[in-house]
């Protein structure tokens, strides 16, 4: 299985500031890396797929990137709405694996 | 607008069964692969199961296999999780979601969830 390693688990960001998670895949995934957001009592919504496409309707403050087996996921300009836990995703290969999530919390 | 429904959740004693339905509309079901998500109380997401468009293809967590199994009916714009054996940590809310035919198989909508407890 493919794991993923998601850092970190929890961050304190202020609204405004640039926040940036990371995950970090096991074995090559070949940008099949998904992102996304999930609030309290809310399914997630998909933000990010392939690495760094962005989903339709979501935000161009949201981005992706790549570089080998690790991924990252930017927030340019933390906002209220945007306190919530974020995970990645690997699609590339069978069990579909997801980090552990990153909670982001108001500073 | 792209929607799915799940239903079906509830209280189920250790080795009891369930089974989950999730209702699409706004988009040509059979046109997609399909999926289950899993999520404990407090706990982060857990991959299920998915299935392809016309249920040729199915796949399963390590942890269902043998226990879950997923279907569809194309006719009726409708996925369906039968889950037998069902013991205490399969408690969790369920997650019906679409699989996006685009990229990286990114999962597109999801449902609202429908919570199966697991317990004595």
């Known amino acids: 299985d493919i794991q993923m390693t998601q850092s970190p688990s929890s961050l304190s960001a202020s609204v405004g500031d640039r926040v940036t998670i990371t995950c970090r895949a096991s074995h090559s995934i070949n940008n099949y890396l998904n992102w996304y957001q999930q609030k309290p009592g809310n399914a997630p919504k998909l933000l990010i797929y392939a690495a760094s496409s962005l989903q339709g309707g979501v935000p161009s403050k949201f981005s992706g990137s790549v570089s080998g087996t690790d991924f990252t996921l930017t927030i340019s300009s933390l906002q209220p709405e945007d306190f919530a836990t974020y995970y990645c995703q690997q699609t590339y290969s069978t069990p579909w694996t997801f980090g552990q999530g990153t909670k982001v919390e108001i500073k | 607008q792209v929607q799915v429904v799940e239903s079906g959740g509830g209280l189920v004693k250790p080795g009891g069964s369930l089974r989950l339905s999730c209702g699409a509309s706004g988009f040509t079901f059979s046109d997609f692969y399909m999926s289950w998500i899993r999520q404990a109380p407090g706990k982060g997401l857990e991959w299920v199961s998915y299935?392809?468009?016309?249920?040729?293809?199915?796949n399963y967590a390590d942890s269902v296999r043998g226990r879950f199994t997923i279907s569809r009916d194309n006719a009726k714009n409708s996925l369906y999780l039968q889950m037998s054996s069902l013991r205490a940590d399969d408690t969790a809310v369920y997650y019906c979601?679409?699989?996006?035919?685009?990229?990286?198989?990114?999962?597109?909508?999801w449902g609202q969830g429908t919570l199966v407890t697991v317990s004595s």
């Open positions: 979601a679409r699989v996006s035919g685009s990229g990286s198989s990114s999962l597109d909508y």
């Open positions: 299935i392809s468009y016309s249920s040729s293809y199915t």
